[in-house]
């Protein structure tokens, strides 16, 4: 039998038919609630408590037609037997059963409060292991916490953010979550602010005590929290720290708006217990999250540790397959098409030094010449992506090998990507490194071959064995009696030695090709490139100076160093080279000391044969020692100078010198004989004649 049935069916023993009610509470809260009851009386107010003495167990209120037995037990619990009568039916002994089995009640209720307690808080541990979604599991924590605290009717939780130094709503039941979500407290500030700062948990019971610790919440504040729930509706508060290891995260708040009842101290320790579990639920989140974050890391780590050995293990057999094709020395042009075939793109490769395009077996030239590569990197060292203007608009990827300072050639694909593929890159870069070292031992065959055919040139010249030679002139296809002439071009100005070779290089392979069909031996040799040519006529000798011509423009167009080009006369026999070989090199002298370039022929020089290799400098002294004593200051008034040249511009004819000067021709006379004085020279004497038309001819010609 249920104790309340015990106890109703003792009363009604005793009293017979009487009409009664019993009310059971706690000594704070000043409503009781109903328990158990016989007649109208179960349905009256709850009965005001009498006050139970200290020595005695039960205290007896009698009145006019009802009495009021009030029982006293431990943690403040009352229980109040209402009877309608207007004498008590219980003895002594009897009231002290009848207590005994209401204190059997209310131990059997704080069992089952008890029981529900732990019931919630084993829900709450059971849910920290069940999920990991942290605002899930602190809502239902609190709502947990409501549950066992049934005085409130609210709750927030706030954590603190390190970033901006507040406490932050993190969880709120029972409040609007618009306005709850901007509600920020500075450490000390409210009752949330001050529990997080000294870690001591508070209650409050009543709404004037509440306010009086929100005394110093700002107004913005007050009015986030105010438009969230009414704080005028509030009657009581509980407030517990969340900390992890000795250091606090938060503050777990419960409030009482509109439920009856009252908070009690007990209440305060079982919210700290959900508080603890909100900060296991936290602290396992935050290691779920690390975790989960670590995880994530190494998984993504892995993912591209695979992606880079999948990437080196490409790079491998990229490298493997080009390198493989370098070494069997298969050539520029079988790299270029292996790497059409791994691209799977349209790859052209561009020779600059040797103006040569790969694959070899495209039906067209390449949208782009080597020329125009050059212009494109004269200062650029990276790759550019560029739109070529042809008929349909191309895009290229361009990628230059250089080599130090030189540009040895480019790489083209045509793609509308500006960035390409990985493998792609992978691809061009590893082949551009190939072709630049196929290019580099094109230098060096080249330079060996320059080398030895400069050797086999100087034995020409010097024609010591002639028949050795004519066995060996046999290589070049060179016939002993055939017509000869020597062509030099040489490039005066260099910083860059090794930017010098490559200019040779290019040079030689320019000359090549323009002059193909026409030279028997084509080799470059520090700063000079010789061409020995054999022309049957003067029209062909006219077409190559043509051709020498076009390069020089060529070369100067496109801004490379300047280039002089002496040529040598036509003259029959191979023992004759040597002296169209020393044409040549006048010739050069001579624009070289001038600091001229282009083309001149050595029969061109006249009488500039004579000082071809007569510096500047030199020229310009000699100048000056034969026209000094006319440029001082008195001489210069007179116009001596300039009389003395025009005079020698017009062969010696005194009319047209003195019509030319606007003077008499007398005049004339007497400059002509102050000029014979200061120069200390004989104008009549074919020897002091020819010194000063010299010097005449030298100033017109500087």
């Known amino acids: 039998m249920d104790n309340l049935e015990a106890v109703c069916a003792f009363i009604e023993k005793k009293g017979a038919d009487t009409s009664y009610s019993i009310w059971i509470g706690k000594s704070r809260n000043h409503r009781l609630a109903f328990a158990c009851g016989r007649g109208p009386s179960q349905f009256s107010s709850p009965p005001t408590a009498g006050t139970v003495p200290i020595d005695k167990a039960y205290a007896l209120t009698v009145s006019e037609c009802d009495i009021q037995i009030t029982f006293a037990y431990p943690e403040g619990f009352l229980a109040v037997v209402s009877l309608c009568s207007s004498h008590c039916p219980f003895s002594d002994g009897e009231l002290e059963h009848l207590r005994m089995l209401l204190h059997v009640c209310f131990l059997q ?12 808080l084993i829900e709450g541990i059971r849910s920290i292991t069940a999920s990991l979604d942290l605002d899930e599991l602190i809502k239902k924590m609190i709502g947990n916490a409501l549950t066992v605290i049934p005085a409130a009717d609210a709750g927030l939780l706030h954590l603190y953010d390190p970033e901006i130094d507040r406490l932050v709503p993190r969880a709120a039941v029972g409040f609007a979550e618009g306005p709850i979500q901007q509600f920020r407290l500075r450490i000390g500030e409210s009752i949330a602010g001050k529990v997080f700062q ?88 935050q290691l779920y999250m690390e975790t989960k974050s670590a995880l994530q890391e190494l998984d993504e780590l892995s993912k591209q540790l695979k992606v880079k050995n999948q990437s080196l293990i490409k790079r491998n057999e990229i490298h493997d397959t080009l390198t493989r094709l370098s070494l069997q020395n298969k050539g520029s042009d079988v790299i270029v098409q292996a790497m059409n075939r791994i691209t799977e793109k349209q790859v052209a490769f561009i020779d600059c030094l040797e103006d040569v395009y790969y694959p070899t077996i495209a039906a067209a030239r390449p949208m782009i010449s080597s020329d125009e590569v050059s212009q494109l990197f004269r200062y650029r060292r990276r790759p550019i992506f560029a739109q070529i203007v042809t008929d349909d608009n191309t895009s290229c990827y361009l990628y230059p090998i250089i080599n130090d300072t030189v540009l040895l050639g480019c790489l083209l694909v045509e793609t509308d990507h500006p960035v390409l593929p990985e493998l792609d890159q992978i691809t061009i870069e590893q082949g551009g490194a190939v072709l630049a070292l196929e290019l580099v031992k094109k230098q060096t065959i080249a330079s060996i071959y320059y080398k030895k055919t400069h050797e086999f040139f100087q034995e020409l010249l010097l024609f010591q064995d002639p028949e050795l030679l004519t066995s060996r002139g046999k290589e070049f296809g060179l016939v002993p009696s055939a017509p000869y002439a020597v062509v030099l071009f040489k490039i005066p100005d260099y910083q860059d030695l090794q930017k010098l070779e490559a200019q040779i290089h290019r040079l030689v392979a320019k000359v090549k090709q323009e002059c193909y069909g026409a030279s028997h031996l084509v080799y470059g040799f520090h700063d000079h490139v010789t061409m020995l040519v054999s022309l049957t006529n003067r029209m062909e000798e006219t077409r190559l100076t043509d051709v020498c011509s076009a390069i020089a423009e060529e070369w100067h167009r496109l801004g490379e160093s300047s280039l002089c080009i002496g040529m040598g006369s036509m003259y029959e026999g191979m023992e004759q080279i040597k002296k169209s070989y020393e044409e040549a090199k006048k010739a050069i002298a001579y624009l070289v000391n001038r600091h001229l370039s282009g083309v001149i022929h050595y029969r061109e020089l006249g009488v500039n044969r004579l000082i071809a290799h007569q510096s500047q400098a030199e020229i310009e002294t000699f100048i000056g020692e034969v026209f000094h004593p006319l440029r001082t200051n008195k001489a210069k008034n007179s116009d001596l100078e300039r009389t003395l040249r025009l005079y020698i511009a017009n062969n010696q004819s005194m009319q047209r010198t003195a019509d030319g000067l606007h003077i008499h021709i007398n005049t004339l006379y007497q400059r002509l004989r102050r000029i014979e004085e200061l120069l200390q020279v004989d104008l009549n004497s074919p020897e002091d004649l020819l010194k000063i038309q010299l010097a005449c001819y030298l100033k017109e010609s500087s």
Not at 109 to 120: A, P, S, W, Y
Not at 209 to 222: F, K, R, T, V
């Open 109 to 120: 209720q704080t069992i089952r409060m008890k029981n529900m307690e732990l019931g919630k």
């Open 198 to 285: 000294d870690g001591k948990a508070r209650i409050y019971y009543s709404n004037a005590e509440a306010h009086q610790g929100m005394s110093d919440l700002s107004a913005e504040n007050y009015s986030h929290l105010d438009a969230a729930k009414k704080l005028s509706s509030l009657k009581a508060m509980l407030n517990v720290p969340i900390t992890i290891g000795g250091k606090r995260i938060g503050v777990l708040v419960l409030h009482q708006f509109e439920k009856e009842g009252e908070l009690s101290e007990q209440d305060l320790h079982l919210l700290q217990g959900f508080a603890d579990q909100a900060a296991i639920a936290i602290q396992n989140a």
